[in-house]
């Protein structure tokens, strides 16, 4: 271990429990819930195993009130629920770290969609989740209630086995809709002042821990600042008057930001490593207690700056625990550099937010653990010598063969360009993205230090070449290419844009002249950063999208709003529910997605954003040549990079092995009489 880092092994005490070091996986959801608890459980044993002091659970409803259906949560309703969550418990506790339980009741943010409870909040609210639906306030039998709920839920937790039982007052959940005043307008004693707003809060705590408190640890999860202004709760007034109040009540402090989602798990591309210090920091100097916070650590100088600086006792992490499991173990062993570093483009969100099972650009047995047995540091080794020749050193290339090499295959990887890392070395230039090369950089070092992985950059291969070649296994991984046919999500019928420009064309450093139309039928980050790229550089920019809102998949990675808001503060001009449907001398023709009305809009340069193709025509030539042959990533399917580097992690992972149906945790069936 490197001495300047030592401070991060320290073990540190939370009320009754002492955790073995200052690494904190916070809570986050993984799309597994109360439907496959062991897949959830064997993902959080594998962040133990991988050096996490404390590991915690996803949110886990106290009552049906609190029901987020189709989304995945867990559930701590009755006893029924208790084994299930103790395999979690078991499976943190077996590799000696702490297990935390967050406690969660959504109040107006459940919809109930499943359980068809009415909603709860502290005052009569719109269903804050994009239903027509509304919450009722709840009275004081409502309120008492609520506090037996949590009360109950946390004794079931600590029968399961949990170490640190979580009130969860954060995300504009229920209890921190009683605490803002935004959403809590009561007249009684549960409203009006801060202290009157707070009240639920102190309830809910002094109720935990009179019910746990002996041998369990009781946390607070407390967003400090909404960031909605003064009219919410602010790190400069509310937020810090609540922990003024409570400041010694709860046993550790986990503070963070919210009002959405997003703004807690804000992507790279809007913000920086230890993006939350500015609101959070000020906690520690108000309590004696334990303090945590989140801001997407991955580099063990900065989360030392943290500690020694005062800002928080631990280092919180969700997304960074999900790239690496391993990153307290990396650190204590002396192998930093072989950090699996988060890239934070939240497709670990967007798997959330369409309610299925976690992924990750980086780690490609995020959520395999159970499932499909795939541990992140760990594979088989290959039963015989044989060599393969990947060609293609993208994401899924390197992937491939990375992990062909660790099975102690003899490797050779020819890229055709100089530099290796194929899309991602486009798309890491855009702004905001300069993490994404991270695909690039950890694969290459780890690829180093493989003697049996050779590399050969500038080295265009034919068919002829590769037969050639004579390896036992070929896998191409040759990418993809944008179409220029002007076929994408909405529109399927070919267009002719044979003047237009496509990504792969201004990333080669296609010139472009006078007013510029950027066509997204993508609806992921491509058309909304190029139009932030173009913008900058001085280009007047019309952002035209069949869609009602500027790349709307992104609301998956929690990023819409920040994207709009981006485009709309550089002055791009948002053509929405518009499809291009011919470009012609300075101007492009436009449709409306819905009544096909037609109008135009200045345009020299068309750049379509639409669909893209599978560069495969290398392999399709190689049929029949060679015995053994595959194709990975984008060539067999263009998609995200999370999904280019599993399917290159999964083929070197079932090379030579049987490729079986992935578990499933099917319930026991018993035939209706």
Known sequence: MDKAHAILFEPVKIGPVTAPNRFYQTPHATGFGWQRPQSGAALRGVKAEGGWGVVCTEYCSIHPSSDDSPYAFLTNWDDSDIAPLAATADAIHAHGALAGIELWHGGAHASNRMTRVPGLAPSTLPAMFHMPTTARAMDLADIRAFRGW????????????????????????????????????????????????????????????????????????????????????????????????????PDLWDVNVAGALGNDSKS???????????????????????????????SPDTMVSQIKRGVQDFIGAARPSIADPFLPAKIREGRADEIRECIGCNICRAANNEGVGLRCSQNPTMGEEWRRGWHPERIASYPRREKVLVVGAGPAGLEAALALGRRGLEVSL??????????VLREATLPGLSTWIRVRDWRATMIAKLPNVSVFPESPMTA?????????????????????????????????????????????????????????????????????????????????TPHATASYWTAYTDEQGFVQARLLELGVTLALSQHVTAQTDGAARLACAYTGRE????????????????????????????????RVGDCLQPSSIADAVYSGHRFARLLGEDDPAPRRELPPFKAMP
Not at 414 to 423: D, I, P, Q, T
Request: with cysteine.
């Open 150 to 249: 949590q009360r109950d839920a946390a004794i079931r937790a600590k029968k399961a086995g949990f170490d640190i039982i979580y009130v969860y007052a954060g995300h504009d959940y229920l209890p921190f809709q009683f605490l803002s005043a935004r959403t809590n307008t009561r007249g009684d004693a549960y409203g009006g002042s801060i202290e009157n707003r707070a009240r639920l809060l102190r309830e809910m705590l002094e109720d935990t821990k009179e019910a746990v408190g002996d041998t369990c640890a009781v946390a607070l999860r407390l967003a400090v600042d909404e960031l909605h202004g003064p009219r919410g709760i602010t790190s400069e007034g509310e937020g810090r008057e609540v922990v003024e109040l409570l400041a010694e009540l």
């Open 268 to 298: 790279a591309r809007f913000s920086q490593e230890g993006f939350q210090e500015a609101q959070v920091r000020f906690v520690k100097s108000l309590t004696s207690k334990p303090v945590v916070s989140v801001g997407r650590f991955t």
């Open 414 to 423: 020819a890229e055709k360009s100089r530099h290796l890392g194929g899309r």
């Open 464 to 544: 002829a070449d590769i037969a050639d070649f004579g390896a036992d296994h070929v896998v191409i991984a040759t990418g993809s290419r944008w179409r220029r046919d002007g076929i994408g999500v909405l529109n399927l019928e070919p267009r002719d844009f044979s003047t237009a420009l496509t990504p792969d064309d201004v990333f080669a450093g296609a010139q472009i002249t006078g007013p510029v139309v950027i066509y997204d039928d993508d609806h992921y980050f491509m058309g909304g950063a190029l139009a932030e790229k173009l913008a900058r550089e001085g280009h007047a920019v019309t952002l035209v």
């Open 599 to 630: 109008t135009s809009v200045a345009c020299e340069t068309l750049i379509t954003v639409t669909g893209r193709l599978p560069e495969d025509r290398l392999y399709q030539s190689l049929h029949g040549q060679v015995a053994s042959l595959a």
